[in-house]
């Protein structure tokens, strides 16, 4: 298993420009999370998804749209790059069963993305 | 809303010496917390979780971690700190608002290792 793959590994933008930072995972996980990561701030999450078709905003979401329309890809989506959006990237995914509680989340190796 | 302090930014110490990481949590209910480690250009990987039970939980590594609810915390520990143990250390709290096991991360801990 590959487990949770992130491209592209880096990436810079100009002010304006789009792009989309795919995920993929092969763990057949229902939950799939997106997180940026600044220094000195921990992890916030922007957009998670408990299934193909149903996603739902974190706690820092403007900036960003998602889909997902098959349990392996979670793509996130900058429609209009700002430089607040210079950040690390981080994908994760967990199979979580009704309301259980306490699932581990599997991490990506995380996007670095620089908006100029 | 949940929330979790991770009050040392850096910490330094020695190959061979003992470890402890602080962290305090925030939540009105039994907490779910997590212990992730980050390698430099890494994702971040479980080390251990506790929810229920033991309040003393081990986790792989040889890092083991101790809740106690009445001072809010969950301090992770190891006793003799290897160079590999270099990273950065996050402390989380699982709450359930609106679905789905959202997880609340401190700010982390940066670990140095002298050799």
């Known amino acids: 298993n590959a487990g949770v793959t992130q491209t592209p590994k880096f990436r810079i933008l100009k002010i304006g420009q789009s792009m989309t930072l795919q995920c993929t995972q092969d763990m057949n996980h229902n939950y799939m999370y997106w997180y940026r990561q600044d220094p000195g701030m921990g992890l916030k999450l922007i957009y998670y998804s408990v299934g193909a078709g149903i996603t739902d905003k974190g706690e820092v979401p403007n900036g960003y749209n998602v889909s997902r329309s098959t349990t392996e890809d979670f793509p996130l989506r900058l429609e209009l790059a700002a430089p607040s959006q210079t950040s690390v990237y981080f994908c994760?995914?967990?199979?979580?069963?009704?309301?259980?509680?306490?699932?581990?989340?599997?991490f990506g190796p995380g996007t670095r993305l620089t908006v100029l | 809303a949940q929330s979790v302090t991770q009050p040392d930014i850096h910490i330094t110490v020695s190959e061979g010496a003992s470890l402890e990481l602080r962290c305090n949590y925030s939540y009105g209910a039994t907490p779910y917390l997590f212990w992730y480690v980050q390698s430099p250009g890494q994702g971040l990987q479980l080390l251990l979780k506790?929810?229920?039970?033991?309040?003393l939980v081990q986790g792989i590594k040889g890092f083991e971690a101790e809740f106690k609810r009445s001072q809010s915390s969950f301090n992770l520990r190891k006793p003799s700190v290897h160079w590999s143990d270099a990273a950065e250390y996050f402390c989380a709290v699982e709450g359930i608002t609106g679905g789905g096991n959202k997880l609340t991360f401190g700010t982390g801990t940066q670990l140095k290792v002298e050799l």
């Open positions: 506790y929810f229920s039970g033991d309040t």
């Open positions: 994760a995914s967990s199979y979580q069963i009704g309301t259980g509680r306490g699932n581990e989340q599997f």
